[in-house]
């Protein structure tokens, strides 16, 4: 009886209407501090465009095999492992077998994945480079993940190709993904706002002297949740258009440092060397280099097939409570989350072709303004 009347009083509780719970609404983004004086570094690298997209092909060159791997425009991160595993089979398929010593040329985005997935694959690798991070292109880099960005003209942009793309886009997002929860974050997700005055049906303007791009996005549309649109209640922004979208976002300085130690610990040498030509190859001892140079690669391989382009990203002082991104449509500003500061990017209007290197910090100072307008 004792056991009918406890079961009896368990169903009448079970059978209460449960309440609906409140929960609380989204927090508004915090607002960045968006003011020249917080500027504490202003830094310019050249993302290498090749308008028929990156080089990669063997070549026997001065007695020496030679992976040529380099041209990712602004998807050097973003692409890097996809784009090493290609490079590897190109190894591989050279007849030169694990255990054996290689080398890569190149300490940037593409030269450390380059080297580290050949260490994973029991090559035993010696890597030379002019220069080590953070006096690389690739430490200039926004750390937004970008697969797409400035790879390829679309004149060049065949069925092959894009699924060729695709398919190292997706590896490299595999692999980007055993990167997040380090101590360091080299890679996070971060959620975005894209900010425009006039909606986003309208086309974006380009830029002096570029190609029309490929439109990739839809083809890995489903690598991270969609974006949508936000009423004016939704956002402090005081543009009235706004859609939030979820993206990854590398720390570069910790990502770097991370591929620079596991380098260090799987036994690879750094050898600092500069090359002139690649008459230059032949004197090293390794029999198959792979050729990571980026940029340098223009002069270094003469390759006409290359364009540079210039970039400038600035630093304001860490903000920890804005842990988002916020792209500033049709007026050329970005600003991401990094642990380094928050980094606010923009282009200016002849940076396609150029190969300036001196920082213009005025450029930096008219985007940090455009921020500042938004709150």
């Not at 004086?37 to 050249?46: F, L």
């Not at 894209?194 to 570029?210: N, T």
């Not at 600035?314 to 449509?329: G, H, M, N, S, T």
Request: with cysteine; glycine share 8%; charged share 20%.
């Amino acid at each position: 009886m004792k056991r009918r009347q406890l079961l009896a009083a368990g169903s009448a509780t079970l059978a209460l209407p449960v309440p609906a719970m409140d929960f609380a609404p989204r927090p508004a983004p915090a607002a960045i501090r968006a003011s020249i004086d917080r500027i504490i570094d202003i830094a310019v690298g050249i993302r290498p465009f090749r308008a028929h997209g990156p080089r990669l092909q063997a070549q026997h060159l001065h007695g020496k095999t030679v992976v040529h791997h380099y041209g990712h425009g602004g998807s050097g991160w973003s692409l890097s492992w996809g784009s090493a595993q290609r490079a590897l089979a190109l190894v591989q398929a050279s007849g030169v077998h694990p255990g054996e010593r290689i080398a890569v040329i190149g300490c940037g985005a593409i030269g450390l994945t380059t080297a580290r997935t050949a260490q994973q694959a029991g090559y035993r690798v010696r890597l030379y480079a002019k220069d080590r991070p953070p006096r690389v292109h690739s430490s200039a880099a926004t750390g937004l993940w970008t697969p797409d960005s400035r790879l390829i003209a679309q004149a060049h942009a065949t069925d092959a190709w894009i699924s060729g793309w695709e398919a190292m886009a997706r590896d490299s997002f595999k692999v980007h993904q055993s990167y997040l929860g380090l101590p360091s974050g080299p890679v996070e997700w971060h959620d975005g706002y894209v900010v425009s005055d006039d909606g986003f049906d309208s086309a974006l303007p380009g830029h002096a002297g570029e190609p029309d791009y490929p439109d990739l996005y839809d083809r890995i549309a489903d690598l991270r949740p969609a974006g949508r649109a936000l009423s004016p209640a939704e956002h402090p922004f005081r543009s009235p258009h706004v859609r939030r979208f979820t993206q990854l976002v590398f720390n570069i300085p910790a990502y770097q440092r991370l591929l620079l130690d596991d380098f260090a610990r799987d036994g690879g040498e750094l050898v600092q060397r500069e090359f002139q030509s690649p008459r230059d190859f032949a004197r090293l001892p390794e029999r198959l280099i792979v050729n990571c140079t980026g940029d340098g690669a223009r002069t270094l391989c003469a390759d006409t097939d290359m364009t540079p382009v210039r970039g400038q990203t600035a630093r304001l002082i860490p903000q920890p409570e804005v842990d988002y991104a916020l792209i500033y449509r049709a007026h050329n500003c970005v600003a991401l989350p990094r642990r380094d500061g928050l980094l606010v990017a923009a282009m200016g209007e002849h940076d396609f072709g150029s190969s300036d290197l001196r920082p213009d910090r005025q450029q930096s100072e008219d985007a940090v303004r455009r921020l500042a307008s938004l709150f």
